[in-house]
């Protein structure tokens, strides 16, 4: 039985549009991830410039739909002061505080700051996209 020539052209539209919010939306979630990842950088109590606001970075699965912003690691390692085989991460202890230091957090208020608004931009992306490719077939 043959297809309709409609539904064919349905599903091709369908297939076409599902790659292009999918593009647009990877697009758009990098570009939200680099603005969280700057306010977090200029939120650093100790200056954009040293070890904790250089050890902030983006890591993302390979289909770039799941992005990670991280700080601390290697770059934020130190050594507890007469006890070397203990060493702990720079970055918590800023964001957390410790026994002997107050928190100084810059890594979750961003996010909390910022993530209403990022959802906000990837469904008008989204709906953008819709609207824009709808309009033009």
């Keep these: 039985m043959a297809k309709n020539q409609s539904v064919e052209k349905f599903q091709r539209l369908t297939v076409e549009l599902k790659r292009r ?9 990098a570009v939200q991830s680099d603005r969280l990842m700057q306010t977090m950088i200029s939120a650093v109590p100790y200056g954009p410039t040293g070890d904790l606001a250089k ?4 890591e993302s699965d390979r289909d770039g739909l799941l992005m990670r912003i991280k700080a601390g690691g290697l770059l934020t390692m130190r050594l507890h002061g007469g006890d070397e085989r203990k060493p702990y991460d720079y970055a918590r202890a800023v964001e957390f505080g ?14 909390r700051l910022m993530r209403k608004d990022m959802k906000a931009a990837m ?15």
């Design 21 to 29: 919010v999918y593009t647009d939306a990877v697009a758009e979630l």
């Design 55 to 58: 050890s902030i970075r983006k």
């Design 98 to 111: 410790t026994e002997k230091m107050n928190a100084h957090p810059f890594f979750f208020p961003s996010y």
């Design 123 to 137: 469904k008008r992306k989204i709906t953008k996209t819709i609207k824009q490719y709808s309009a033009t077939e």
